[in-house]
């Protein structure tokens, strides 16, 4: 049976699109509404830490009192809030945009933890291909959400914005129903080897390294390659789709991870590619402009987004009791790593 023929794998797949559709849409509407620069900058970080910070609670909430109502109600409640930053104007506007950061902190845990769940029961307990697909719908929401609301801006103007509201509801809705059993998440046998890794502080502490580094690579991949293009000469067109294929090549590698994390052991898996990732991303710094980029940088792309999912079923693995609380924990980790990281940026110039 496909993955994505399953109704509660498709609902959460699908939830996951439109809530980092809505994470995605607000850089253009906040530029839309003429903030500045730094007040764009203050915003995010805002909105950032009250997504990230907050993932671990929700996380423990949905491991006491099951995924049902945080996985769908987080879906209605990003569409109430956002239909309210577009409702109000000047500060209350901004502020609802920030309560509805909430409902991606509230999703994020649980839909990974379900994802988890479907695969195990699905895939004779292939975890981590599941999850790895369930991140990608998320990076189809990053990829069409800028799109969409640019064009919707230049068209509709804020009103026509009302449509992502509109096309969200159904499909918490949907969620809900799909998840009206509301089943707390299983706790993994501690005798099984293979579904259990030893809670050890040394552990952790690798993890959270490995996060940060994964977290660091491509967010600065993500800000710098289109100045770094630039300053190569290199037009609008060319800086632009580097960005793309750059993106384009960590949701290919995401599902290449997934893959590879079911076959053999993650730890290895994780290392190995955050280990040739450094080849491509330096390479890249020194060659100035060359066709080879366009090989660069997307395998850049695609070894540095290879560990996304791994990390997460690991953390799953490291608190067994709590997979949504651990799924929380290291999105949550990811995401503030995102915000509150140092860049180191060499220009040719």
Known sequence: MSIFLDSIFSSIALSHLMVDTFNSARPVLLTYFGLSESEIAIFTTIYIWASALTQPLFGWLSDKTGPRWLAGGSVLWMAIFFSGALFFSGNIGLICLVIAAFGSSGFHPVGAVQATLRGRDLLAGK??????????????????????????????????????????????????????????HPKVEKTSKNNHVEVSLTFILVLAIVA??????????????????????QSATVYGSMAGLFMGGSALGNILGGYLGDRYTKRFVAAGVLFLSAIPIYISSLIGWSGWLYVLIPLAGALTGAVHSIMVVLAQRII??????????????????????FTVYRSSG
């Open 127 to 184: 975890e981590t291909t599941p999850t790895a697909l369930f991140f990608m719908a998320g990076q189809i929401g990053h990829f069409i959400g800028p799109i969409m609301t640019g064009f919707i801006l230049a068209y509709y103007e804020t009103p026509g914005l009302y449509i992502l509201p509109i096309i969200s509801i159904p499909i918490g809705i949907s969620l809900l129903y799909q998840l009206r059993a509301n089943r707390p």
């Open 212 to 233: 940060a580094l994964q977290s660091w690579a491509q967010s600065n991949m993500v800000n710098l390659i289109p100045k770094y293009i630039k300053d190569l000469g």
């Open 320 to 341: 067994p009791g709590s997979m949504a609380l651990a799924s929380g924990l290291v999105l949550g980790f990811i995401f503030f790593s995102r915000c509150a990281r």
